[in-house]
């Protein structure tokens, strides 16, 4: 399979779990693209990712809150194409 092919088949939902649940870098290298690929394939998307210092946060022991999953503004998404 093409690398970028697992990244975009991944539908909007498993693309934010993933992101919520792995690090970039961790997730990057499980769909075999670079982190910059799954940003960019986020902010088409309009998927959030977390703040800065969300993972380290995790690691100490604190739950931060995750923002819910906004609605996917198709006409938004193609002006930025």
């Given at each position: 399979?093409?690398?970028?092919?697992?990244?975009?088949?991944?539908?909007?939902?498993?693309?934010?779990?993933?992101?919520?649940?792995?690090?970039?870098v961790k997730l990057s290298k499980e769909?075999?693209?670079?982190?910059?690929?799954?940003?960019?394939?986020?902010?088409?998307?309009?998927?959030?990712?977390?703040?800065?210092?969300?993972?380290?946060?995790?690691?100490?022991?604190?739950?931060?809150?995750?923002?819910?999953?906004?609605?996917?503004?198709?006409?938004?998404?193609?002006?930025?194409?």
């Open positions: 399979m093409n690398s970028p092919d697992k990244l975009h088949k991944l539908s909007r939902e498993e693309l934010y779990q993933k992101v919520w649940l792995t690090s970039g769909l075999e693209v670079s982190d910059v690929a799954v940003f960019k394939r986020c902010r088409r998307l309009n998927v959030p990712r977390p703040p800065r210092g969300y993972w380290a946060k995790i690691e100490a022991g604190h739950q931060p809150k995750r923002p819910p999953l906004p609605p996917f503004l198709e006409a938004a998404a193609s002006e930025k194409m």
